[in-house]
């Protein structure tokens, strides 16, 4: 079924560069016939984020936004509403620890690290959905990224993880609060992908290198899984879908020990 988001119009946030999840969303997002939003941080990221908007599509809007500011997020509705009839779909790929809290083991976790990779990881989503909910006048979709750490313990994850429980919880109890505006909230827990963000996690590389072995379909998870996922989400397809942690992970998070020493052989 082509054009599955024709007539809709999607905000991205945390598009840094071309290797980036949220980017592999914005292009899906386009392909489907959506007009697209993306934001920068800072103005470090402007030209990066304006020249991928513009090999999106020449309709693509790029606005700055951090979302810890929130006169930055009302400035952004207030363009968003001089330029658009509505809003259909917001998706929240944000996430943020200091390095050092990422290095060390979680019980050393800085006060400050700790409320920083909450505010960042997990609050920035309720207050984007505080923000953008007036935007969804029709219904539509709010979609974030999750990992497995927030579930289980991933070594070198760390504070990080924690975040993600907590923005894993956020998804439920938003979802319950803007079900009756017809708004559906859901977390794509997304198996490890080689992204900026991801090198910052120590030993990550012997992830990418293990998860094949154990996965049950024996590799790792592309980009563009995760974006058709969250096309599904925020297309008409996923109407009855809210409150949910659905995990593209090429299954890896079904599997517990495994003796396995490599592929089944036929």
């Known amino acids: 079924m082509p054009d599955l988001m024709t007539g809709k119009t999607a905000l991205i ?16 997002c386009v392909r489907e016939g959506a007009q697209v939003v993306l ?24 606005c700055p936004c951090d979302v810890t500011q929130p006169d ?17 779909t917001v998706v929240h790929s944000i996430a943020f620890a200091n390095r050092d809290d990422l290095a060390r083991p979680f019980y050393e976790t800085s006060r400050d690290g700790y409320l920083l990779a909450q505010e960042v990881s ?5 207050s984007v959905a505080r923000a953008t909910r007036p935007l969804m006048t029709e219904g539509g ?25 907590a923005l894993e919880a956020c998804v439920r109890y938003l979802a319950s609060d803007l079900g009756p505006f017809n708004i559906r909230v859901n977390a ?11 090198r910052g996690i120590r030993d990550f590389s012997k992830i990418l290198d293990g998860v094949p072995a154990i996965a049950p379909l024996r590799r790792n998870t592309d980009p563009a ?17 809210t409150g949910n942690v659905i995990y593209v992970d090429a299954g890896f998070h079904i599997m517990g020990v495994s003796l396995a020493s490599g592929p089944p052989q036929p």
């Not at 999750?146 to 760390?158: D, Q, T, W």
């Open 13 to 28: 946030l945390g598009v840094a560069n071309k290797w980036s999840i949220a980017y592999a969303i914005a292009q899906a």
């Open 39 to 62: 934001t920068y941080q800072s103005e470090r990221q402007k030209g990066t984020v304006e020249d991928l908007g513009a090999e999106l599509s020449p309709e693509t809007s790029v």
């Open 72 to 88: 930055q997020l009302d400035r952004l509705m207030a363009t968003l509403k001089e330029k658009h009839d509505r809003l259909d």
């Open 122 to 126: 997990a609050y920035s989503l309720v």
């Open 141 to 165: 979709s709010l979609i974030t990224l999750s990992y497995l750490g927030a579930m289980r313990v991933v070594e070198n994850y760390n504070v990080m993880g924690v975040a993600k429980a």
């Open 188 to 198: 794509i827990s997304a198996g490890p992908i080689k992204t900026t963000s991801a």
């Open 225 to 241: 899984e995760v974006a058709d996922t969250a096309v599904f989400l925020a297309s008409d397809l996923g109407r009855g879908v």
